[in-house]
């Protein structure tokens, strides 16, 4: 049996038929072309697969895409501006050289930004915290830290509230 869901992704809604089976990560890539999101570990551990979800920072692989329904969800993708803009946390990681691979760089940024919506001047522990449940296979944590805590600087500068509110704009 098929379910009927609607998501609205990046601010754009999208009204799909998903086995009851199916992984938020899967309907994502698969369903709807977010390849943004990565597929590493399917079973919670790395981290790579992480999307906002109303708000928080979730791991997709863990989320059936029938619990989605009717859910807002921003992906890596709806990071930058409709006009290339990237969003500091982007600027961040290529400045401070927080990517080698790339791999883990997309969970790596949401999970940064939901700590940095609810705490937006982490302490160095408190990064590396957060960060906790997302694995770099190219070890690149220090860099990685440095990224978050150059975001944070520029986006309590900018007064950005929120980290993410849906993208695009
Ligand atoms: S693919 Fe989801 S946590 Fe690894
Ligand atoms: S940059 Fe390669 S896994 Fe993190």
């Known amino acids: 049996m098929t379910h009927d869901i609607t998501l609205t992704v990046n601010g754009t809604e999208h009204e799909l038929r998903v086995e009851p089976r199916t992984l938020l990560i899967h309907a994502l890539r698969d369903e709807m072309g977010y390849t943004g999101p990565n597929v590493g570990c399917e079973s919670s551990m790395c981290g790579a ?3 906002h979800m109303d708000g928080n920072a979730v791991k997709s692989c863990t989320v059936l895409a029938v619990q989605a329904d009717g859910a807002e969800v921003t992906t890596v993708e709806g990071l930058a501006d409709a006009d290339g803009t990237l969003h500091p946390i982007q600027n961040a990681f290529r400045e401070e050289h927080g990517l080698q691979c790339g791999y ?6 949401m999970t940064s930004l939901h700590l940095l919506a609810e705490n937006p001047d ?3 522990e408190e990064i590396r915290e957060a960060l906790e449940g997302n694995l770099c296979r190219c070890t690149g944590y ?3 830290v ?3 805590e150059n975001a944070a ?3 309590r500068a900018e007064g950005r509230e929120l980290a993410t509110d849906g993208g695009g704009d």
């Open 122 to 124: 982490p302490s160095e």
């Open 153 to 155: 600087e520029t986006m």
């Open 142 to 144: 220090q860099n990685i």
């Open 49 to 51: 697969c992480t999307v």
């Open 104 to 109: 883990c760089t997309p969970g790596m940024m």
């Open 146 to 148: 440095r990224a978050v």
